[in-house]
T-cell receptor
Framework: RKEVEQDPGPFNVPEGATVAFNCTYS??????FFWYRQDCRKEPKLLMS???SGNEDGRFTAQLNRASQYISLLIRDSKLSDSATYLC?????????????FGTGTRLQVTL | NAGVTQTPKFQVLKTGQSMTLQCAQD?????MSWYRQDPGMGLRLIHY???????DQGEVPNGYNVSRSTTEDFPLRLLSAAPSQTSVYFC???????????FGSGTRLTVV
């Protein structure tokens, strides 16, 4: 079983739609969680951290369910510019180093 | 503010050749790491460093060496290139204990 699992997609949605991605992780001792965005042939960039209470950044909402070891990302009012691959990332800090584990990503294609 | 700078952007090597991928950051980050990204595999950690003079192996270290003589630089050396090392390589840096990584723009390496 992969440490971080995501549906690879692609998710094809029209502009203005709401879309949600899910991610599950296997290490129950994981301490922090993130969503990164990666455009085609570019480097990953931090989109947002994921907090236990849930958090929102504009059109983006992230949720964490520690009991189910599950993270989600909701994008409202999708824009063409949201088309990208979204990487779920789980962090385990050993005390001296962070061990980031990346999911393989979910591809989103927003269309007119 | 340059962030994380990787060179070269593209490289073609013959099997058995060696080379060094360069990575430099100007954010005074203690933590630096090298990842490779292959289709369907996600990003996998090769080596990481928690500070100058300290390096450790990640998930897929075989065939690669690193050193960290300064806070700014973290070069990755391929000792004897193999076709299996064809990949996109990303260098990243962060403040220890956080998951907010800054990635370089990547090096696309092909080994023939």
């Amino acid at each position: 079983r992969k440490e971080v699992e995501q549906d690879p997609g692609p998710f094809n949605v029209p502009e203005g739609a709401t879309v949600a991605f899910n991610c599950t992780y296997s290490n129950s001792a994981s301490q922090s969680f993130f969503w990164y965005r990666q455009d085609c042939r570019k480097e990953p960039k931090l989109l947002m951290s994921v907090y236990s209470s849930g958090n929102e950044d504009g059109r983006f909402t992230a949720q964490l369910n520690r009991a189910s070891q599950y993270i989600s990302l909701l994008i409202r009012d999708s824009k063409l510019s949201d088309s990208a691959t979204y990487l779920c990332v789980v962090n385990f800090y050993t005390g001296t180093a962070s061990k980031l584990t990346f999911g393989t990503g979910t591809r989103l294609q927003v269309t007119l | 503010n340059a962030g994380v700078t990787q060179t070269p952007k593209f490289q073609v090597l013959k099997t058995g050749q060696s080379m060094t991928l360069q990575c430099a950051q100007d954010m005074n980050h203690e933590y630096m790491s090298w990842y490779r990204q292959d289709p369907g595999m996600g990003l996998r950690l090769i080596h990481y460093s928690v500070g100058a003079g300290i390096t450790d192996q990640g998930e897929v270290p075989n065939g690669y060496n690193v050193s960290r003589s300064t806070t700014e630089d973290f070069p990755l050396r391929l000792l004897s290139a193999a076709p299996s090392q064809t990949s996109v390589y990303f260098c990243a840096s962060s403040i220890p204990g956080t998951g907010g990584y800054t990635f370089g723009s990547g090096t696309r390496l092909t080994v023939v």
